[in-house]
T-cell receptor, first 114, second 114 residues
Framework: DSGVTQTPKHLITATGQRVTLRCSPR?????VYWYQQSLDQGLQFLIQ???????AKGNILERFSAQQFPDLHSELNLSSLELGDSALYFC?????????????FGEGSRLTVL | AQSVAQPEDQVNVAEGNPLTVKCTYS??????LFWYVQYPNRGLQFLLK??????LVKGSYGFEAEFNKSQTSFHLKKPSALVSDSALYFC????????????FGSGTQLTVLP
């Protein structure tokens, strides 16, 4: 158990809809990262938050947004969903902002867009 | 730009035999290198990392990896494979001293045959 909790584990929705994925980092970790894993794109970094502030942005679509709350949990919002957004979305956490790479991953939220 | 190549999508090895999962990288400056493992329906788990120092790094579950700067490689090895080692393995890189995020390879599916 990594200590990172993600909900929901599975989500099925329709095109055009909006969903919110939730992540609770390991106790004491201030950084939260979101990754998307799909068969054709592999594991892609989306965005990082550190102690409530956005720190780094990767290949995140404009239809997607995220935030980190004062209690350090994070939410990834996906809107105007398309079939291609179907993927496994991982949250990871680490203690610092300039991490040495040891990320702790949750078990992911599997999104299916029909 | 940083990149990671895992040239083999699939590696099969017999139980008890040594295993190698290959990784080459491209990064500006000195690299931080990592291996993660993903079991079915689970998040990624950290295995080992190279930051600096000894080129041979030992990690969890008997795995080790050798950093070779001249060949820009960081191959994962284990002297004697177990059936339970069967999983998806990811190599990742980040430039040292940078806030840039981890870049993951495409993954190698390791199957250890009984």
């Amino acid at each position: 158990d990594s200590g990172v909790t993600q909900t929901p584990k599975h989500l099925i929705t329709a095109t055009g809809q909006r969903v919110t994925l939730r992540c609770s980092p390991r106790s004491g970790d201030l950084s939260v990262y979101w990754y998307q894993q799909s068969l054709d794109q592999g594991l892609q970094f989306l965005i990082q938050y550190y102690n409530g502030e956005e720190r780094a942005k990767g290949n995140i679509l404009e239809r997607f947004s995220a935030q980190q709350f004062p209690d350090l949990h994070s939410e990834l919002n996906l809107s105007s969903l398309e079939l291609g957004d179907s993927a496994l979305y991982f949250c990871a956490s680490s203690a610092g902002v300039l991490n040495t790479g040891e990320l702790f991953f949750g078990e992911g939220s599997r999104l299916t867009v029909l | 730009a940083q990149s990671v190549a895992q040239p083999e999508d699939q590696v099969n090895v017999a139980e008890g035999n040594p295993l190698t999962v290959k990784c080459t990288y491209s990064v500006s400056g000195n690299p931080y290198l990592f291996w993660y493992v993903q079991y079915p329906n689970r998040g990624l788990q950290f295995l080992l990392k190279y930051i600096t120092g000894d080129n041979l790094v030992k990690g969890s579950y008997g795995f080790e990896a050798e950093f070779n700067k001249s060949q820009t490689s960081f191959h994962l090895k284990k002297p004697s494979a177990l059936v339970s080692d069967s999983a998806l393995y990811f190599c990742a890189v980040r430039p040292s001293g940078s806030a840039r995020q981890l870049t993951f390879g495409s993954g190698t599916q390791l199957t250890v045959l009984p």
